[in-house]
């Protein structure tokens, strides 16, 4: 069954972190901060220093998920705010192997990034170098966005090359993650439903979380 990483992209901004404390409580895995500076995105949003007031709030695994240009010149102040996974994109401008390097370096968990255009295969030069695989299921920038249904074969794509290669990473998805599309994406091997709006703005919790998690249930 899937794990889940609630995204506070939706959450009440002028009161992070006991939004924090609550989707804590309420059961979540992880807590998935959306870091965008408005030039790789569209959209700007959370820093270092919000990551570290948010860090005393919760005892979870932080994932900072950075949607930058030059991630490499940040992950040393998302590091030290105390992100515990660290992702970047593989469509970034950096240097890939050295920014995933630099992450594992600083004692911290690396993560690469998927977006819905990019083909599966420009990840997977990098399995060995990486500790989670982020499958973007919407486009970046925004949350409360329709689910991409196409980037699902990606999923298994994704496992049959690490089968190949005899590595297991972890696969996350992030974008429009709904009971029903989680459903898709556990069932597809997903091992992490990251989900903004459908866990923030969900009339109780928990709930969400649990109904979430028990995605892909018949799976096996
Ligand atoms: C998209 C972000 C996602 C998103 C998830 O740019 O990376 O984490 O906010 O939010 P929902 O679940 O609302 O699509
Ligand atoms: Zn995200």
Excluded: W
């Excluded at 990551?51 to 949607?67: A, D, G, T, Y």
């Excluded at 998302?78 to 994109?89: N, P, Q, R, T, W």
């Excluded at 990019?118 to 925004?142: H, Q, Y």
């Amino acid at each position: 069954m899937p794990l889940v990483a609630p995204s506070i992209l939706a959450a009440d901004f002028s009161k992070l972190g006991e939004e924090v404390r609550m989707v804590s409580e309420a059961g979540a895995d992880y807590i998935h901060v959306d870091v965008m500076d408005g030039f790789f995105v569209p959209n700007i949003t959370i820093g270092p220093s919000m990551v570290k007031s948010l860090r005393k709030h919760s005892k979870l695994p932080f994932i900072s998920h950075l949607m930058i240009t030059h991630p490499e010149r940040h992950v040393e102040a998302f590091a030290d705010a105390g992100s515990d996974i660290i992702e970047v994109h593989v469509e970034a401008e950096q240097n890939i192997s050295e920014t995933l390097r630099m992450i594992r370096g600083l004692g911290k968990k690396a993560g690469l990034a998927v977006n819905p255009p990019t083909p599966i295969e420009k990840a997977f030069p990098f399995l060995r170098e990486m500790d989670l695989l982020l499958i973007m299921s919407v486009n970046p920038g925004f949350g409360g966005q329709k689910f991409i249904e196409d980037v699902l074969p990606k999923i298994g794509q994704a496992k049959e090359e690490m089968r190949r290669i005899g590595v297991s990473v972890p696969v996350e998805i992030d974008g429009g993650i709904t009971t029903e599309t989680g459903e898709l994406a556990a069932r597809a091997g997903a091992d992490i439903l990251a989900a903004g709006t459908s866990v923030f703005k969900a009339p109780d919790m928990k709930k969400a979380i649990a109904a979430l998690r028990a995605c892909g249930g018949s799976k096996g």
